[in-house]
C-alpha cells in the first residue's frame, strides 16, 4: 500500500501508510507543493507522521503530523475508522504525535500541502575543537531570533579516537542566498569553515542537496530537548564528551533547530507536546555490522555517560520518534502532559491492549489488570509468519 496522489483541487496529497519519503516527494515534486519531511527518502510517512516527523522545513510549515488533515484506520476490534477534527476527534488528535503501533493501523493519510518554489541552501564545515566550540556558540545566538524560514542542523563527528571533531552544519531559507548569508555571518565569522557551499535551486533540487543516502548501519541515538540556548559549560560537555569516545566508528552530537511554526501550536492542541524547544539534541554513535558485541557495548556505554553528562542543560523531554530502549522516563518524555489523555483514549480504542510494544502508550492503572482477563483477540488474528494464531506477549509497567 505505498500509492499517494496529489488533488490540486484541494490542496491535498492522499498517501497509503506504505509510502516512504521519497515516494510522496516525487508524487507531489511535479505539482511544487510539499510537506514537512525528514532528510531521509526510505523513511516510512505512517512512523514519521504518528511520531511527529520534522525536516528543514518543519520551522516554516510545522511538523509532519501538523499537516495532517485526516486518516484512515483499522482498530483493534476490526472497524475500520476515519479520523478528522469532526469524525472520532480523539483519536485524530492522538495520530498527531501519540506515537506509531498504539492505536491501531493507519491506512491512508491526508495532508494539506504548501506551495513551494525556491529556497537557498547550504552545507558548511568546520574543523578542530576550537572552531568547533565558536560555530556552536554563534549558533547559540542565531536561532532565538532566526525567521522560521530558516533551519539548520549541527552535526558534530568523531570518526576515530582522539581524533579532530569535524561538524557538518547544513539547512535551508525560504530566502534568497544573500538573506541566508546575512543569517549565518555570525558562525561564518566566529571561525574559518574548512569549507562551504552556499546556493539558490529549486526546493526539489535542495531536497536531493540535503539527503541523507547513507545505508542501513548499527546505529542507537538518544535525544533531548533544549529550551534555551547552550551556556558555555553544556558546549564544554559535549566537546569533553567527544574527547572522551573510545573510538571504534563514529560518534556525533546534533542539534536541529526546532521553534518557528511548531512552537505556534499549542501542547495540548495535538498529541506531539514538544512545542517550546529551542533545539533537538541528540547524541549517537554508529559502529560497524562486524564490531564484536563488546565493541558494541562500549559504544553504548559511551552514549548513556553522555546522554546523563547532558541532562542537567535539557527539559526532561524526547522525541518518540526516536525511541529509545534505554530511556526510563520515556512516557512522560515523550507525551509529557499528554500522557494521560492518550491513556484514555487508548482505553476506549483498545481496551484489550492489542497494540502493544515495551514503550507503548499503557492502559489506564485501573484497566491494565483487567484487560489481561479481557484479552481475547479476535480469531483472525494471526502470527504473521504461520498460520498459528498467537497472542502477544502482555507485559505492563509497574
Ligand atoms: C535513517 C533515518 C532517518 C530519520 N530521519 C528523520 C527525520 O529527518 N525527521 C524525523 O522526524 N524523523 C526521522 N527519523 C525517525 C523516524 O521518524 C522514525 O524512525 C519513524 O518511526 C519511522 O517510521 P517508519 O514507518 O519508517 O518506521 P517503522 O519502524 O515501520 O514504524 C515506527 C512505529 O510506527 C508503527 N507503525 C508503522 N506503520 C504504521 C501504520 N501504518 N499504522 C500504525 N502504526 C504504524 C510501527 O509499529 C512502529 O511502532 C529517521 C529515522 C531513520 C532510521
Redesign the pocket.
Known sequence: MRSAYVDTNRGQVVVQ?GATNGIVSDVMAPFNVAISQ???P???I???T??????YSARSFGLTCDHLIETTMVCADGSIKVCNKDSEPDLFWACRGG???NF????SFTYAVREVSNVSVFQIHWQGVNACKAMLAAFQAIMPSAPDEFSVRIGITVNAAGAEPLATVNGQLFGSVSELTEILAPALSAAAPADQDIKEMTYWQGKDFLA?LEGPSCYAERSRYVTDPLPSEAIEVIFDRLAQWPGGGSATAKLFSWGGAISRIPRDATAFVHRDALFLASFSVGWPTQTPSDGAQTELEWLNLTFDAFLLYTVAESYQ???DPALIDWQTAYYGENLERLMSIKAVYDPTDFFQ?SQGIPLPVGQRESSIVALEHPTWWKNPRGSTAVAPTISYLS
Open positions: 501508510a525528514g532528510r531521509c526510505t523513511v516510512g505512517a512512523g514519521l504518528l511520531g511527529g516527523g520534522f525536516g506515537g506509531g503501533g491501531g493501523i493507519n491506512t541523507d520518534n526516536f525511541i510494544f
